[in-house]
Nanobody
């Protein structure tokens, strides 16, 4: 059984930082693109960042550029999202996903975690 388990979400003040982690099990994703999406209530999931299998290639949505850093450790079967300078508009449930091509569209990815909530106070 493939599992992606996110952790690290929580409440932070505006301007603060959080580091999200996603641990994968059940199969190797070391050659797969892995991605972070986020979702606000009533809205579609939007791509935050994605990272290639080796970790050398990354992509960030415009709102994440310069503030968020996506990394991975294939030995630990984990990916990470370091989020700095958080804003109230960043508040959402953040999901880890894998098992598909590089895309902004959530539907192309086969495996999803349950999500970890991030709240940002003023």
């Amino acid at each position: 059984q493939v599992l992606l388990v996110e952790s690290g979400g929580g409440l932070v003040q505006a301007g603060g930082s959080l580091r999200l982690s996603c641990a994968a099990s059940g199969r190797s994703f070391s050659r797969d693109i892995m991605a972070w999406f986020r979702q606000l209530p009533g809205k579609e999931r939007e791509l935050v960042a994605q990272i290639g299998g080796s970790g050398a290639t990354t992509y960030y949505s415009d709102f994440a550029k310069g503030r968020f850093t996506n990394s991975r450790d294939n030995i630990k079967s984990s990916v990470y999202l370091q989020m700095n300078s958080l804003k109230p508009v960043d508040a959402a449930v953040y999901y880890c996903a894998a098992g598909g091509p590089a895309s902004r569209h959530a539907y192309v990815l086969d495996y999803w975690g349950e999500g970890t909530p991030v709240a940002v106070s003023n």
